[in-house]
Nanobody
Framework: QVQLKESGGDEVQAGGSLRPSCLASGRTFSNNDMGWFRQVPGKERERVAT????????FYADAVKGRFTISKDNAKNTVFLQMNSLKPEDTAVYYC?????????????????WGQGTQVTVSS
């Protein structure tokens, strides 16, 4: 069992930056794929950034490429999402997820563990 807890969501102006974090506890998550998803009311949850740590593969949604970076601190069991040049359309609840490892073509194919989400609001 893995427990995930996000923090670091906030309200910022367009062009600003945020760095939400996801603290993992319970079973070690060093071999799991990890990732960030986001959801706005009335829409499906979408993948934002996922990482296959063992293979060194990373996926970014087209909408965030070049602006967001996923990283991990093994010593702190924490995954980060550095979000730069934020836009109003980035406004959403951001969720951390973990699951069995995939491959370069499909990272985190089966998210099993989810955090409770953290709200990110970008004002224009």
């Amino acid at each position: 069992q893995v427990q995930l807890k996000e923090s670091g969501g906030d309200e910022v102006q367009a062009g600003g930056s945020l760095r939400p974090s996801c603290l993992a506890s319970g079973r070690t998550f060093s071999n799991n794929d990890m990732g960030w998803f986001r959801q706005v009311p009335g829409k499906e949850r979408e993948r934002v950034a996922t990482n296959n740590w063992r293979g060194g593969h990373t996926f970014y949604a087209d909408a965030v490429k070049g602006r967001f970076t996923i990283s991990k601190d093994n010593a702190k069991n924490t995954v980060f999402l550095q979000m730069n040049s934020l836009k109003p359309e980035d406004t959403a609840v951001y969720y951390c997820a973990s699951g069995p490892p995939g491959n370069a073509q499909y990272i985190l194919p089966r998210p099993i563990y989810w955090g409770q989400g953290t709200q990110v609001t970008v004002s224009s």
